[in-house]
Every structure is written in structure tokens, then in C-alpha cells.
């Protein structure tokens, strides 16, 4: 069975900084993909950033990177220049054939936050 | 466009209860999947509709839980009768197309965060 493991259960960083949080997966899909959701206090569920693994590039949305190591099975979101409302909590998520490609398996979530 | 949305936000009930939760989908999207997170664990797949039909429920965890989508338009995911268990945060998610990439991401809704006392 598909895998994501978030080893950070709590990250802080300063406002203006950069901050990597990371994600792991272990699969045997040939073909899978990655999603990153952030979850702030109000509890909603928002979609960041995606990264395909047979993108050439890793995935860039705004102050978002996915920094994507297909070797080594991880997919860390960065975040460039923090700001405040960036404190949330990140899930990372797999989909992959072997999930049946129509579900999400999702990491335990890291708690970011961004301090003044 | 409105999201996706749930009701109700919070429900307190005695174990032995029934509850039901309601998901509507953003408009015009055929996806509609239900996940849970009990506290301090995963968020995990419940089961996805492609319209009023069930494609998948093999994350229901037992008979006590039935999901339905008449219609195919809002869901509704019954807990009957409520085990202490079953207290978590259950999300609705949606999506025009079937999940897959930027373009087709899962949109989520709020949760309904239930306790089972």
C-alpha cells in the first residue's frame, strides 16, 4: 500500500523567510502524482500545488515549489517569503494507479507557524 | 463560483445516535468524494460518487455508515447508530473531472467536525 509520510509534525519560521516542509511516499506506480493542501484554522481544505511524476519540472505556483526528487521518493513543498497567514496546516497527498487513481492518500500534515 | 459546502459545521450526539451529514458540491461537478480524519491520524477516503452512482466505497469502515447522492446533485453520509469511533472531521470534496493533476484537483469543503459522546 501506497505510503506518505510528513516527518515534521510542527515547523516555525520567520515572516519573510523561506521554509521547506517535507514529504516522502513510497509506491511501485509507475505513474502517480502529488498534491499539496493547505488547511488553515478555519478548516477548510485548499489545493496549492501539484507536481505529475512525469513532469520535466517541478511544479511552481506563486510563493509555492515542489521540490521533486523522484530518486529519492520526495516531494517537499517550499515556500518562499512567509507571511503570517501562511500558518496552517500542510497535507501532502498520493495519487497513484495502485489507490485506483480516484483517491487521495494523504500524510499525517505538518503545523506551520510563521512568526512576526 | 460557490464552493463546496457542508452542514452541518459541528454535531454533538450520544453514542448510539443517528447523525447525517449533507455535502454539496460546487455546481456542475459530477466528482464527489467523502474523507474523514480521526483525530490525530490521516485523513482517509470514504468513497467518491460519479454522479448518483458509488464507483468506490471500499474506504467505508463498516454498514453503520451509507452515503447516498439522489440525483447527483448534494450527498449525504448517514452514521447509524454512532460508535465513539466515529468522532472525527468528515470532508466532502468535488471535482469536474476525474482527479488528476493542476488542472483537476479536489476541491474540498470545511468539514463537518462530528463527537460521539
Known amino acids: 500500500a501506497q505510503k506518505i509520510t510528513q516527518t515534521q509534525p510542527g515547523m516555525f519560521v520567520q515572516e519573510k523567510e523561506a521554509v521547506t516542509l517535507d514529504c516522502t511516499y513510497d509506491?511501485?506506480?509507475?505513474?502517480?502524482?502529488l498534491f499539496w493542501y493547505k488547511q488553515p484554522s478555519s478548516g477548510e481544505m485548499i489545493f496549492l500545488i501539484y507536481q505529475g511524476s512525469y513532469d520535466q519540472q517541478n511544479a511552481t505556483e506563486g510563493r509555492y515549489s515542489l521540490n521533486f526528487q523522484k530518486a529519492r521518493k520526495s516531494a517537499n513543498l517550499v515556500i518562499s517569503a512567509s507571511q503570517l497567514g501562511d500558518s496552517a496546516m500542510y497535507f501532502c497527498?498520493?495519487?497513484?494507479?495502485?489507490?485506483?487513481?480516484?483517491?487521495?492518500?494523504f500524510g499525517t500534515g505538518t503545523r506551520l507557524l510563521v512568526s512576526p | 463560483e460557490a464552493g463546496v459546502t457542508q452542514f452541518p459545521s459541528h454535531s454533538v450526539i450520544e453514542k448510539g445516535q443517528t447523525v447525517t451529514l449533507r455535502c454539496d458540491p460546487i455546481?456542475?461537478?459530477?466528482?464527489l468524494y467523502w474523507y474523514r480524519r480521526v483525530m490525530g491520524k490521516e485523513i482517509k477516503f470514504l468513497l467518491h460518487f460519479v454522479k448518483e452512482s458509488k464507483q468506490d466505497e471500499s474506504g467505508m469502515p463498516n454498514n453503520r455508515f451509507l452515503a447516498e447522492r439522489t440525483g447527483g446533485t448534494y450527498s449525504t453520509l448517514k452514521v447509524q447508530p454512532a460508535e465513539l469511533e466515529d468522532s472525527g472531521v468528515y470532508f466532502c470534496?468535488?471535482?469536474?473531472?476525474?482527479?488528476?493533476?493542476?488542472?483537476?484537483?479536489?476541491?474540498f469543503g470545511n468539514g463537518t467536525r462530528l463527537t460521539v459522546t
Open positions: 497527498a498520493f495519487q497513484g494507479r495502485n489507490t485506483g487513481f480516484q483517491k487521495l492518500v
Open positions: 509506491t511501485s506506480d509507475p505513474s502517480y502524482g
Open positions: 455546481s456542475g461537478h459530477d466528482n
Open positions: 470534496a468535488s471535482s469536474q473531472d476525474l482527479l488528476g493533476g493542476q488542472n483537476s484537483p479536489l476541491h
